[in-house]
């Protein structure tokens, strides 16, 4: 028996299974608002140095602000003033002659910096002076949160095969919030540094976790459903940081409303189920007993929930290495594993260098930052609820194929458009992010479905690793235009492309029953369930029937 009959018998997407996805879905909220929160508590907002102690003595008078300021401060080519350098005494000539000031002397800011808090009540660079010669650790903030998320994705991804998937997704909830409540009450940068590495390191579980537990409780017909509603999550989180930003302008406040939610999701955890199949696939029949018999009678199946029996359990999985405790390396110690990590790896690089990097790079639209935010979030919906369709349609392998190429395509007709014409450079970049958005759904779904229960949450979890690798790769190929202003757009189209080639190499998946162990994908299995071959004969009928 498999197992996908047993989750159709008991309602494979029912009051049970909603009210799973209704769960993860605050707490994946969180997720893309600690993304992309560096975009608002590490912006640097204009500045000056502090001249007050030029005027110790009272020589200052009468004057007003802007003709302290006009001889205290050089300006710049383009009239506003100089954002680190002062003249190193007051040049009061300049009231009446506004002659060059390139020639006068001036120093580096001797008392601080005043900032225009008109935007912004306070940021990382207005708490730490992170401006001048520091600011270049406003980006590093960014890049330390992200690093700790590559290594977070990798660890939790092990702790969920090992221990299973509720125990780990409670260990991120908690020291999730631990962490970044730490670091919003940080003393020093140092310190929100290190606070900031094991936020990422941590919180980055609860989306690898979410994902796989989400689609291993559903049935075939409605994991495009569930992926869809697990990718808008994200979506929403990215459209709602910007509302939330626009009321809480004050970095620390900012760190612990977005970090919120998570806080409600751990109340709820108790009612999140443990994955069935993990349970029966490690020998714990009875525990998997449990929530089967949980569900059936939640979504109304009392019927079949007396029929089924724990010792029954045990014949869903003929496997003789249920006990066996998997690891990374299992990805790569079969032939056909080590092609399967290969080239999802490579795909989830390449969709996040295309897809951050589009991001980073869409400009033009002459919004502020928080409607720019809203608008970066909002043009996701349309191309996230496609892939319902397309899913469906055409399959996850060449939804996959055809939105990396269209993503390149896009990245390459803005290589030969002229930059003066910005309207419909960002135009074309827009639809590029669409494109990239909606490959990234996808294939989180799809390599869900590719890899064996067994491995699922380690291959998420090396999955993942390579994501972030990518999201941080993504500003140091925008740094590429110092080298030759097109180079960061080929870049990225090409990469996108490569992703989309890859892509085709994968076996498709839609309407197949998810593989359960290495022999499942090796095709050593004695009676094997054909994955990835014919689409299953139950669907058939049941398509054939509606």
């Given at each position: 028996m498999k197992f996908e009959d047993l989750l159709t018998e008991i309602n494979g997407f029912g009051r049970f299974q909603m009210i799973n996805i209704c769960?993860?879905?605050?707490?994946?909220?969180?997720?893309?608002?600690?993304?992309?929160?560096?975009?608002?508590?590490?912006?640097?907002?204009?500045?000056?140095?502090?001249?007050?102690?030029?005027?110790?003595?009272?020589?200052f008078g009468n004057l007003t602000q802007e003709d302290r300021l006009t001889v205290s401060i050089p300006a710049q080519e383009d009239g506003t003033l100089a954002s680190c350098l002062m003249f190193s005494h007051p040049q009061f000539h300049l009231l009446s002659n506004s002659s060059s000031t390139t020639d006068l002397p001036v120093v580096q800011c001797q008392n601080g910096w005043e900032y225009d808090n008109s935007?912004?009540?306070?940021?990382?660079?207005?708490?730490?002076?992170?401006?001048?010669?520091?600011?270049?650790?406003?980006?590093?903030?960014?890049?330390?949160?992200f690093v700790g998320s590559m290594f977070g994705a990798v660890l939790f991804g092990d702790l969920s095969d090992r221990f299973g998937r509720k125990p780990a997704l409670l260990v991120s909830y908690l020291s999730g919030i631990a962490f970044a409540v730490a670091s919003a009450f940080s003393s020093s940068f140092i310190m929100f540094a290190v606070f900031r590495f094991f936020t990422g390191f941590t919180i980055t579980g609860i989306i690898t976790i979410s994902s796989v537990l989400n689609v291993e409780w559903v049935d075939i017909q409605h994991r495009r459903m569930v992926r869809v509603i697990d990718s808008l999550g994200w979506t929403f989180g990215i459209t709602g940081l910007s509302l939330i930003a626009f009321y809480v302008r004050d970095w620390r406040w900012l760190t612990v409303a977005i970090t919120s939610p998570v806080l409600l999701s751990t109340i709820l955890w108790w009612w999140v189920p443990e994955s069935a199949r993990w349970l029966i696939v490690h020998g714990k029949t009875q525990k998997a007993h449990y929530y089967l018999h949980r569900c059936a009678v939640m979504n109304r199946r009392d019927n079949v929930s007396a029929s089924i029996q724990p010792e029954a359990l045990s014949s869903i999985f003929v496997t003789d290495?249920?006990?066996?405790?998997?690891?990374?390396?299992d990805l790569i110690k079969t032939p056909k594993m080590r092609r399967l990590s290969l080239?999802?790896?490579?795909?989830?690089?390449?969709?996040?260098?295309?897809?951050?990097?589009?991001?980073?790079?869409?400009?033009?639209?002459?919004?502020?930052?928080?409607?720019?935010?809203?608008?970066?979030?909002?043009?996701?919906?349309?191309?996230?609820?496609?892939?319902?369709?397309?899913?469906?349609?055409?399959?996850?392998?060449?939804?996959?194929?055809?939105?990396?190429l269209l993503a390149g395509i896009s990245l390459m007709i803005n290589i030969f458009m002229p930059r003066d014409q910005w309207v419909g450079r960002t135009v074309v970049a827009v639809l590029g992010k669409g494109f990239s958005a909606a490959a990234f759904a996808t294939i989180v779904l799809y390599s869900s479905e590719l890899y064996p229960t067994v491995l699922r949450q380690n291959g998420l979890g090396y999955n993942s690793f390579m994501g972030r690798l990518g999201v941080a790769l993504a500003p140091v190929v925008l740094l590429l235009d110092s080298v030759w202003g097109y180079l960061p757009q080929i870049t990225l189209c090409s990469v996108a492309l490569v992703g989309s080639f890859v892509a085709w190499q994968l076996p498709e998946t839609r309407g197949k029953c998810l593989p359960e162990t290495i022999e499942d994908i090796e095709g050593t299995k004695k009676n094997p369930i054909k994955h990835y071959e014919k689409k299953d004969e139950a669907e058939k009928v049941t398509t054939n029937e509606k």
């Open positions: 769960i993860s879905f605050i707490g994946r909220f969180s997720l893309p608002c600690h993304f992309l929160l560096s975009n608002f508590i590490a912006a640097i907002p204009s500045h000056h140095c502090n001249i007050s102690h030029l005027d110790a003595d009272g020589i935007t912004f009540i306070s940021t990382l660079a207005t708490q730490w002076d992170l401006v001048c010669d520091n600011s270049g650790l406003n980006k590093a903030a960014a890049t330390v949160f290495t249920e006990k066996k405790m998997f690891s990374y390396l080239f999802t790896g490579t795909i989830w690089l390449c969709v996040a260098i295309a897809t951050y990097g589009i991001s980073l790079n869409i400009t033009g639209f002459g919004l502020d930052i928080y409607m720019t935010q809203f608008v970066y979030g909002a043009i996701e919906i349309p191309a996230k609820l496609s892939i319902y369709y397309l899913l469906e349609k055409i399959g996850r392998r060449k939804t996959s194929t055809i939105t990396l």
